[in-house]
């Protein structure tokens, strides 16, 4: 099995025919076994921290990694587990969550915006701006939060909304910022199992909240707004991966290899010292020994 099969067997570049319902929550390709996945993760984790290294020693790219998904698909859990073969210092996550009365006062872009990850860096939205094409157009009751003059608010402002982002993903991209979207795409029934399970076990009762019954209440209409999204905004330079979140293991396992696959990319490599730098170096390691040799 050829590992980087998992880097584009879930990948959409262009969403004009996209349909949610040809992706399997439940899919895990030819891995039957969570021990093989896990040997298969644990490789790419040494993979990917050299990686990093070679990204921020470079210092000319930064990584962006946009996770979207209903509640309880495993969003925190992946970040944890994929992201434990990384420098911290190198990594920069936010959760965006109901946006401030500072962010309202602001296009719904700014706060997201003012967070983009620096060169060398890897950046992490858990949830992102996407939340104002997914959960605002569930609920358009939001909007009127949002401050906006009454004629902007128009039947258009979906599709707006789209090319505002598809805009911003474009200007990102052509300033070194690579992007990769995850839509961990879990099954209905599978999100019932998981909040029993916050239910029933005392450790993860801190976990569910009674908003997440009411959001559940939109299933279909959720379903419908992240299908749309990903028609309007899956390119070539900002994809969108639907990765099957029935099973965590695997989740993990192919966010993991999309990362590896994208930072592999780039010909990383630490910065060449030129001959004038060589020779500098040289004397300061000179004078180094000369200083331990009379001690």
Partial sequence: MNRKHLATRYRITDGKDFRLKDYSPDDTWKLKSKEDAHKWLEEGLARLSDLQDRLYAQNQWSLLLVFQAMDAAGKD?????????????GCQVYSFKVPSEEELNHNFLWRTAKVTPERGRIGIFNRSYYEETLVVRVHPELLAHEK???????????????????AFEQHLARSGVVIRKFYLNVSKE???????????????????????LQERAHWDEYMKAYQQVVRHTATEHAPWYIVPADHK???????????????????????????????????????????????
């Fill in 77 to 89: 859990s992946t970040i944890k587990h994929v992201m434990s073969g990384t420098n911290p210092q």
């Fill in 148 to 166: 906006l003059p009454s004629r902007l608010i128009t039947k258009n402002i979906w599709e707006e909304r789209f090319e505002d982002i598809a």
């Fill in 190 to 212: 599978e999100q019932r199992r998981r909040f029993l399970s916050r239910l029933e076990e005392p450790a993860k009762n801190w976990k569910f909240s009674t908003g997440d």
């Fill in 249 to 295: 293991w695997f989740t993990r396992l192919v966010v993991a290899e999309v990362i590896l696959e994208t930072l592999e990319s780039l010909d990383l490599h630490y910065p060449k010292v030129d001959k004038a730098k060589r020779k500098e170096l040289a004397a300061v390691r000179l004078a180094l020994l000369k200083k331990e040799a009379k001690v």
